[in-house]
């Protein structure tokens, strides 16, 4: 890839400092990054075994006691590198506030109701195809203090590990068609339509289970390629 | 085939529920015999606690990792392995590291930055990450600062003592 391909896919993340978004301003780095050479140690990552799972780490729905309120959906995909191959065995853990639109946090101080069926948090790992697949509620839009009338879209937070320290990412799915998105100061840091929408999922009939559960399909490309060999 | 990366965006303030697990801020156990505390603050640029990053520490050869959320104070802390002569996969004349990614409400992206040992002044003479940073004053917010019984790593976001942060 030249240089040139290089800066352009640069272009399609967030800057740090976004002043849309008022938190940067006394977070975003003001010094120049300095570009760390991809030596081995950053080309190398934990390997996570299915011993460190429990089978209903995945289904927010079967936490508690009871069915969570709200829409049932699957959100399933792979995780892939950049040269498009599967990333297997890897962490993949998300978060999310309940069909009510309220994280079970301390810190949140929406009056939307708690919900006494749902945590929000769930994790897996990828398999041999790099799929992942969690069965949750579609989380609800709320407030947050950015702007007047600010109102966060409905998202799941995701957190992947991969093989590598390049590739960790910890980013925010979107649903399609939510009006929120165009407003979101979050979102729109993203630069360019285009790396924007691979933020929201795709709605699938192939994925639902009919009488049951709604399917939106995601899939996650980590920055640079697998890990390599060992180097003497 | 060549795909285009996911785009990163912020932790947010309510990653406790999916991110905190027990004990995640241990890279080895406290019995381990070489075992050192590394403890810090992340302070934002008005020099106020950021009291909701999340800090994961990754060793040399990426086989052990620990995060630890900030406190009210903004304070983190990890049990890692002292460095030990040829333990860990590095490059050719690479020091001893540790390397380290911050989130935060309010940080889009990670950032990204390393934990070397003040007790590895020839190694880290030689480091070549290090050697890249011309100012002598930047160069240091990369060395933890010992202290009675521990390693003391603090991360200024901003400011005179801003940490150098890498671009991957």
């Known amino acids: 890839m030249t240089t040139t391909d290089w800066a352009s896919l640069e272009a399609e993340r967030p800057p740090y400092l976004y002043p849309p978004y008022r938190s940067t301003l006394l977070r975003a780095p003001t010094r120049p990054l300095i570009l760390l050479p991809h030596m081995l140690s950053v080309r190398t990552g934990p390997v996570f075994g299915d011993g460190q799972m429990s089978p209903l780490d995945h289904d927010l729905t079967r936490q508690h006691g009871g069915a969570p309120l709200g829409e049932r959906i699957i959100v399933t995909g792979r995780v892939l590198d950049a040269d498009g191959r599967p990333v297997r065995n890897t962490l993949v853990e998300v978060w999310q506030t309940n069909a009510a639109g309220r994280y079970a946090h301390n810190r949140d101080q929406h009056p939307a109701p708690l919900d006494p069926n749902f945590t929000g948090a769930g994790r897996c790992l990828t398999d041999e195809d790099g799929?992942?697949?969690f069965v949750t509620v579609k989380p609800g839009a709320y407030p947050w203090k950015n702007h007047p009338n600010a109102?966060?879209?409905a998202h799941i937070h995701f957190s992947v590990f991969g093989t590598a320290f390049t590739h960790r990412l910890v980013t925010q799915m979107y649903f399609p068609g939510d009006p929120l998105l165009d407003h979101d100061p979050i979102f729109q840091s993203i630069p360019t339509p285009t790396a924007r929408e691979r933020l929201v999922a795709a709605l699938d009939l192939a994925l639902t289970m009919p009488e049951w559960a709604l399917g939106y399909h995601w899939d996650i490309v980590l920055r640079g390629p697998g890990a390599t060999p060992m180097e003497g | 085939m060549f795909r285009p990366a996911t785009p990163p965006q912020t932790i947010g303030p309510f990653f406790h529920i999916?991110?905190?697990a027990p004990g995640p801020e241990q890279?080895?156990?406290?019995?381990?015999?070489?075992?050192?505390?590394?403890e810090g603050r992340v302070l934002d640029g008005a020099g106020h606690p950021v009291d909701d990053a999340l800090i994961?520490?990754?060793d040399a050869d990426g086989a052990r990792f620990g995060r630890c959320a900030t406190d009210a104070e903004g304070r983190y802390h990890f049990l890692a392995g002292?460095?030990?002569s040829g333990s860990a996969a590095r490059?050719?004349?690479e020091a001893p590291h540790l390397n380290v990614s911050v989130f935060a409400r309010g940080l889009l992206d990670r950032l990204v930055t390393r934990i070397y040992f003040p007790d590895q002044a020839a190694a880290n003479a030689a480091d070549p990450v290090l050697s890249t940073i011309a100012d002598p004053g930047a160069r240091a917010t990369l060395?933890?600062?010992a202290e009675a019984g521990s390693l003391r790593f603090d991360i200024h976001l901003q400011g005179e003592q801003e940490t150098v942060f890498f671009a991957l």
Do not use: F, M, N, Q
């Open chain 1, 151 to 153: 109102w966060r879209p």
């Open chain 2, 56 to 58: 994961e520490v990754w």
């Open chain 2, 143 to 145: 060395v933890a600062r």
């Open chain 2, 91 to 93: 490059a050719p004349g």
């Open chain 2, 82 to 84: 002292k460095p030990v």
């Open chain 2, 18 to 20: 999916g991110l905190d």
């Open chain 2, 27 to 38: 890279l080895v156990s406290a019995e381990h015999p070489d075992v050192v505390r590394i």
């Open chain 1, 131 to 133: 799929r992942y697949r």
